[in-house]
């Protein structure tokens, strides 16, 4: 964390243009397709920091964003009746999560990054449709959460296996970005005191966390903006073939 606070209170103006810049590009992602900003924001901030620490910056802007996803739509309690096994998962995998996997090494931690992005790509290439019953759903969603807890723990990513799951529950449109921005939401939060559990975190320098928030709102104006005006078919390929290309970038670093 230290190296984090150095890095945004430094004077190279350099590094706080690229981080904005991130964020910028990581909110229009978000702003488009209603998910992906700790994706893109972690996979381009690890090329300037550890994992942990990218995923220390992303707290506050993954919380508004998502919080703002989820108020966006009608009243979410119905959804949090039916998904609540779901996110207790992510909790308890979460926090397991980091007790477990303390003292993985930062290299290791990137390459499991690697991996969550490829898997995410290659799903999203072939445009995977799964579909799970309602009585799988009961049985899928505490492991089906509990090991998207554990993923976020290791690499601030927590889009696999969840997005897939809700993804096939046959929700419509809105609902469907609704429980996304319920599940990051819960996800951020426990992810947030998973941090300064293991003393990744601490107070005096989440602070640091608002310099992302800005740019990712008005990235997430932009990628709505976006959303009306270009083919999404398109922008989703493109997505996924350049977080297919980011992570394999990651694998092959940890192999080199």
């Known amino acids: 964390m230290e190296n984090l606070i150095t890095l945004l209170s430094s004077s190279n103006p350099r590094h706080l243009l690229l981080i904005c810049l991130v964020f ?27 994992p942990m620490e990218a995923a220390a910056l992303l707290i506050v802007p993954s919380f508004f964003t998502n919080v703002w996803q989820l108020a966006a739509g009608p009243d979410f309690s119905g959804l949090l009746r039916r998904l609540w096994p779901m996110l207790l998962g992510v909790c308890a ?16 931690a990137a390459a499991g990054l690697g991996l969550a992005l490829i898997v995410y790509a290659l799903m999203g290439l072939a445009s995977v449709k799964l579909a799970v019953s309602a009585a799988m759903e009961r049985r899928l969603g505490p492991a089906i959460g509990a090991i998207t807890g554990v993923v976020s723990a290791a690499t601030g990513v927590f889009t696999i296996p969840a997005v897939p799951f809700l993804q096939a529950l046959g929700l419509d449109k809105d609902d469907l970005v609704q429980a996304m921005g319920l599940a990051f939401t819960v996800s951020t939060v426990a992810l947030a005191l998973n941090l300064v559990a293991a003393g990744a975190l601490p107070w005096s320098g989440a602070e640091t966390s608002i310099i992302a928030l800005l740019p990712a709102l008005a990235g997430m104006a932009l990628g709505q903006w976006l959303r009306s005006r270009m083919n999404p078919v398109l922008f989703r390929r493109c997505f996924f073939a350049g977080l297919l290309l980011l992570g394999a970038h990651f694998v092959w670093s940890y192999f080199a």
């Open 93 to 108: 995998g979460t926090f397991a999560g980091g007790l477990l996997l303390a003292r993985v090494h930062a290299d290791w």
């Open 24 to 50: 910028v590009l990581a909110g229009a992602v978000k702003g488009a397709i209603g998910l992906g900003l700790p994706t893109v924001a972690i996979g381009l901030l690890s090329l300037l920091m550890t």
